[in-house]
């Protein structure tokens, strides 16, 4: 969030250092022209290059200069409301069915969890209805903990294993739920208007406030 009078953009890099890879739109074509071997060494840059930052630049600015209260404050709001939309969307609702929810929660859900960076409803409760099918399969499991702890959590992400290949037949009632459908097509389009464009627009009000009460 932009901090005060110094314009300084501090754009959820927290959030951005465990960005999880994503795959709708048109990132498999990215992938084929590149080549998988460059485009997961690429993968990989990205997340240690956003992780450190996060543990560096990020305290290093606080400490200089500080984050004002608003700041803070839009911290733990996001954070709160991106962890219900993975736990209370993505996870309980989405991928176990757990509960039927109004539209205009489901709707709230699959913005703040397409806003957590953990990929479309669809994709995420693909592999983990897969996940949950196969447990007892290494092989099969997308994030088997019989793998180890470092796979089970960041390694799976981390190559095109065969076991995280997408199998959309178990999805297909996700497919056609509107919000769901949705959220899976214009999902790079949500990334980006609520990780960028919100947090600049929540830092410009900011400036806004603190220039009108210094005005009074």
Same mark, same amino acid.
């Given at each position: 969030?932009?901090? @005060?009078?110094?314009?300084?953009?501090?754009?959820?890099?927290?959030?951005?250092?465990?960005?999880?890879?994503?795959?709708?739109?048109?990132?498999?074509?990215?992938?084929?022209?590149?080549?998988?071997?460059?485009?997961?060494?690429? /993968?990989?840059?990205?997340?240690?290059?956003? *992780?450190?930052?996060?543990?560096?630049?990020?305290?290093?600015?606080?400490?200089?200069?500080?984050?004002?209260?608003?700041?803070?404050?839009? *911290?733990?709001? *996001?954070?709160?409301?991106?962890?219900?939309?993975?736990?209370?969307? +993505?996870?309980?609702?989405?991928?176990?069915?757990?509960? &039927?929810?109004?539209?205009?929660?489901?709707? *709230?859900?699959?913005?703040? @969890?397409?806003?957590?960076?953990?990929?479309?409803?669809?994709?995420?409760?693909?592999?983990?209805?897969?996940?949950?099918?196969?447990?007892?399969?290494?092989? &099969?499991?997308? +994030?088997?903990? @019989?793998?180890?702890?470092?796979?089970?959590?960041?390694?799976?992400?981390?190559?095109? +294993? %065969?076991?995280?290949? /997408?199998? +959309?037949? /178990?999805?297909?009632?996700? %497919?056609?739920?509107?919000?769901?459908?949705?959220?899976?097509?214009?999902?790079?389009?949500?990334?980006?208007?609520?990780?960028?464009?919100?947090?600049?627009?929540?830092?410009?009000?900011? /400036?806004?406030? %603190?220039?009108?009460?210094?005005?009074?």
């Amino acid at each position: 969030v932009v901090h @005060g009078h110094r314009g300084m953009a501090v754009v959820t890099v927290i959030a951005l250092g465990c960005v999880r890879v994503a795959e709708p739109g048109d990132l498999t074509v990215v992938r084929r022209l590149i080549g998988l071997d460059l485009f997961f060494v690429a /993968v990989t840059a990205v997340l240690g290059l956003t *992780f450190l930052v996060a543990i560096t630049v990020v305290p290093w600015y606080g400490i200089v200069h500080g984050y004002s209260a608003w700041a803070w404050a839009f *911290f733990g709001i *996001f954070l709160v409301l991106n962890g219900i939309g993975i736990g209370s969307g +993505y996870h309980r609702l989405w991928s176990h069915r757990t509960y &039927k929810a109004h539209p205009a929660l489901k709707w *709230f859900l699959a913005i703040m @969890g397409g806003m957590s960076l953990q990929n479309s409803i669809i994709i995420w409760c693909a592999r983990h209805r897969i996940h949950h099918r196969d447990v007892d399969d290494n092989d &099969k499991d997308p +994030y088997s903990i @019989g793998r180890g702890f470092w796979f089970a959590h960041i390694g799976w992400m981390l190559r095109d +294993y %065969e076991s995280g290949t /997408v199998d +959309y037949s /178990v999805v297909r009632d996700l %497919e056609r739920d509107p919000v769901a459908a949705w959220q899976h097509r214009w999902y790079w389009t949500l990334v980006w208007t609520t990780n960028l464009a919100v947090p600049l627009l929540l830092g410009w009000m900011n /400036v806004l406030i %603190e220039e009108g009460l210094y005005d009074a």
